[in-house]
């Protein structure tokens, strides 16, 4: 498949699973899967950064349109989208000339497993911080970034093992 309908239907799908699935699950008053970030890890990564944050803005804001948020997905989706290269050159210990050969199935588990944890965790505790939006209730962003960054990591492992397994 064409790696450009691809990524049109990672996108548009990402997008229809957490607004009429996802956004409908909330164990324990707490936990709350955000799968659409997924987008961001998967996305080819370029020297031009510039159509791959409005990829990233339009992610967010669609999936606040369909959330009812105000913004605050969009905030959360462009800040890891704008320092997922920092985090790219940290877990892999690669630069801007590895970014063309660059495949993240490819790589040791433990730098993958690094580098989504390390951006689901700030896109959450963003998320979390904004969505309360107060001191007194830090504990609580607290919980809510980790148990749903949990969910969030359980639910994205278990879907790339599902789906790139082959047989």
Known sequence: MNKTLYH??????????????????????????????????????????????TYAFLLGLFVDFFSDSGGIHTLATLTIAYLRPYFFRVAFQKTESDYEFF??????????????????????????????FS??????????TLLSGIFTLLLYFLGTFIFRRKI
């Open 8 to 53: 049109i239907i990672l996108f548009f799908s990402l997008i229809l699973l957490q607004a009429l699935i996802l956004n409908n699950i909330l164990l324990f008053g707490y936990v709350n899967p955000y799968l659409y970030i997924v987008f961001i890890f998967l996305f080819p990564l370029r020297k031009n950064r510039f159509p791959f944050l």
């Open 103 to 132: 495949k993240l199935d490819q790589e040791n588990f433990g730098k993958i497993f690094n580098y989504i944890v390390s951006l689901t965790l700030i896109h959450h505790f963003i998320l979390f911080s904004f969505i309360n």
């Open 135 to 144: 001191f007194q209730n830090f504990s609580k962003v607290i919980v809510n």
